[in-house]
Every structure is written in structure tokens, then in C-alpha cells.
């Protein structure tokens, strides 16, 4: 298991759970001064930066890319995949895809979180999920084209009312044949959601990608409830090799929340 720490530079999400915001080569620097394997970056769009940048970035300080979010497309621009305008589809999943080119030229899948969307007015549940699982089909395909997996991630139920639990994203994802699509699962949106986050972990183990691990509360483990010892327990048991991943508030402050952080998965 590898760790990354979450670099923002999305003025919309500055109070939102990532550990170092601002400009990229701060973060950057900061991650590698901590010790981080990685950095996850969530950045305005795909041409917020020059993709040689961050590579001479991620070279300079040795630091990989461990995955690309999305969501500056739903703060930013209001776009969701399930969307009532076909328009807005259309425009949502341009952006996604953009952004998986993006992630591909740096060898990182990029997540789909908050531009999955909900169901709701217009938009009956069996439609909305048509759309989403369309729009996975043609992502993950993208994503394929570079090599890398695309990761989808299950959110709580206050953030969306598709699908909120990792057996039934497993089970979305197979019945719908989805290939090439890994689930993210998050550990505070599990807290709220799953009976045992453990068990969850367990069962989705063939398509677990990649994980942001964070307290009940949404900082850094060890300032919430949950009990890192049996999570991580699971993950050696079914030889997870992917990141932990820091998407957690930068409470007290970035640098503790960075270092309480790391401490958590090494003691």
C-alpha cells in the first residue's frame, strides 16, 4: 500500500476536504517534504495546468500521480452525468473525458465522484442510473485507451441517492458490464453508509482501486471513531496494492492533518 495526500487548487472547494490548496508546485512540495508516495490532484479543469508541468512537478520532487478528480466540473460548472438536459449530459461528460486524457497522459485514472449526480424532479432513479451506466461504459473505454482504470466511487446519501454502498456499486458495475471500472471506496461515506466497512472492503476486492482514507468526521484517522487496525487488516488480507489516499479536511491545520495522517497507516 502506497500513500497520497490530496493536492486543490479549485478556488470553489477551498473549504473542501483536501489537505494542501493553492498552486500546484506548493503542494507538491509540501507532499514530498512529508514523506507522501503520491499526490491526488484536483485541479479547475484539463487545461488548468500544462501537462508538463506536473510531470517535471511529480520528477522534480519524485512524487507519482495517483488519480485525477472530476468534481471542479459540478462546483465550478454545475455539470452531472445524469443531468435532465441532454445538453448538459453532453457537456458533463466532455469534461470527464477530458479530464481521463488528462490523467492518462500522466499515468493516473481519474475518479468520478460528485458528477455522477442524483435522481430527483424529472429524472426517475431507473433513468438516472441508464445514464450513469452509459456514461461509465464510454468513460472507462477512454480510460482504457491509456491504460489506465477509470475509478468510480460510491458517495454518501446526503451527496447522492444512486448509489450510496460498495456491494451494490460491485453489483451495478457487473450487471452492467462495465469493464475497466474500479471502485473508490472512501471510508467516511462508508462510516455513514456500510453495517462493516471491513466486510464491504472484503467484498469488493477484485474491483477495489483506490481508497481515501479518512476518519469519521472527514479528517485525518485518529480524530474520528473509526479504528484504522481492522481496515487495514483487510487490505493485507486480500493484498490490496493501490494508494491511501489523504482527502481530508486540513484540520487543525494542513501539516498536522498531512503528518497525524501518515502516522495512521505507519504505526
Known amino acids: ?20 490548496h493553492g498552486p500546484l508546485a506548493n503542494g507538491f512540495a509540501k ?6 508516495d503520491a499526490v491526488e490532484l484536483f485541479i479547475p479543469g484539463p487545461a488548468a495546468y500544462p501537462v508538463l508541468d506536473i510531470l517535471d512537478l511529480a520528477e522534480r520532487h519524485q512524487l507519482a500521480i495517483a488519480a485525477v478528480g472530476t468534481g471542479a466540473g459540478m462546483l465550478k460548472h454545475g ?28 499515468g493516473a485514472p481519474a475518479i468520478l465522484g460528485s458528477m455522477q449526480g442524483k435522481s430527483g424532479g424529472f429524472v426517475s432513479r431507473g433513468q438516472a442510473l441508464d445514464w450513469l451506466a452509459a456514461a461509465l461504459q464510454e468513460t472507462a473505454s477512454t480510460a482504457a485507451n491509456h491504460g489506465v482504470p477509470f475509478l468510480y ?24 458490464d ?20 471491513t466486510a464491504a ?13 479518512a476518519d469519521s468526521n472527514r479528517e485525518a484517522i485518529g480524530h474520528g471513531h ?6 487495514l487488516a483487510v487490505l493485507r488480507e486480500i493484498s490490496y496494492q493501490g494508494y491511501l489516499s489523504a482527502e481530508i479536511l486540513p484540520l487543525p491545520d494542513a501539516a498536522t492533518a498531512a503528518r497525524d495522517f501518515l502516522h495512521s497507516i505507519r504505526s
Open 79 to 106: 455539470l452531472t452525468l445524469t443531468d435532465p438536459s441532454a445538453t448538459r449530459r453532453a457537456e458533463a461528460l466532455d469534461f470527464v473525458k477530458r479530464m481521463i486524457d488528462l490523467g492518462g497522459r500522466l
Open 1 to 20: 500500500m502506497k500513500s497520497a495526500v490530496t493536492l486543490c487548487d479549485v478556488a470553489e472547494a477551498a473549504a473542501g476536504p483536501f489537505v494542501f
Open 201 to 213: 472492503l472484503r467484498a469488493i476486492a477484485p474491483r477495489l482501486g483506490h481508497i481515501h482514507f
Open 153 to 176: 466511487e460510491p458517495l454518501n446519501r446526503y451527496e447522492t441517492n444512486l448509489i450510496n454502498r460498495q456491494a451494490d456499486a460491485l453489483a451495478f458495475l457487473n450487471e452492467r
Open 31 to 36: 507532499a514530498a517534504a512529508h514523506g507522501f
Open 226 to 231: 473509526i479504528d484504522p487496525a481492522p481496515v
Open 178 to 197: 462495465i469493464s475497466n471500472c474500479l471502485i473508490l471506496a472512501d471510508l467516511f461515506h462508508m462510516n455513514i453508509e456500510e453495517r462493516n466497512s
